[in-house]
């Protein structure tokens, strides 16, 4: 479906809530979280799926999130990742982003309005790091709904670090 970016830009800036129950699926060292997301009435947004993870066994907790439009993430967040990023340089990215590393370990987020383009690329070419640094992946992942406007209860992802030896 073609959308333009003024239909995107309003479907960011309603308020949404995720459709059924919120639970954690674990596949092997990772949980999972899809949902469709939903309108103020209930109604289900056609193409627009929410999509979280968080690794359930390393000693500090990595997880991330996208939401999805039509098979393609519009934001993101990782939540320490392990490998840094350097933002593009070209439009859309704005000119305070271009050509920033973004180090590892430091959460990020890559918002729509920062690659505001359609089709947009499948990475999110131009993100920026969260701060104040969130306190947990939970706590990244209440930043990253916000930024979808998407209020929903999210119940902690598992996490069982497997002892180093």
């Known amino acids: 479906m073609t959308r333009t970016l003024t239909e995107i830009d309003d479907i960011l800036r309603a308020d949404k809530s995720l459709h059924g129950n919120l639970e954690w699926v674990e596949d092997g060292a990772r949980a999972l979280i899809t949902r469709s997301v939903v309108d103020q009435r209930g109604v289900v947004i056609g193409g627009l799926i929410l999509q979280l993870w968080a690794l359930t066994e390393v000693a500090i907790q ?22 840094a990023h350097l933002n593009n340089n070209a439009h859309p990215t704005p000119p305070a982003l271009r050509l920033k590393t973004l180090p590892a370990e430091r959460s990020r987020i890559y ?6 383009a359609w089709p947009i690329h499948q990475n999110l070419r131009a993100g920026k790091v969260i701060e104040p640094e969130p ?23 598992p996490h069982r670090p497997m002892l180093e030896l």
């Not at 999805?68 to 993430?73: A, F, H, K, R």
């Not at 918002?111 to 505001?116: F, G, Q, T, V």
Request: charged share 15%; with cysteine; proline share 8%.
């Open 111 to 116: 918002l729509w309005s920062n690659n505001r």
């Open 135 to 157: 306190a947990s992946a939970s706590a990244a992942f209440e930043l990253f709904l916000e930024s979808c406007a998407i209020s929903t209860y999210l119940p902690n992802p």
């Open 62 to 83: 990595r997880a991330g999130g996208s939401l999805v439009l039509d098979g393609t993430p519009i934001q993101r967040m990782t939540y320490r990742p392990g490998n």
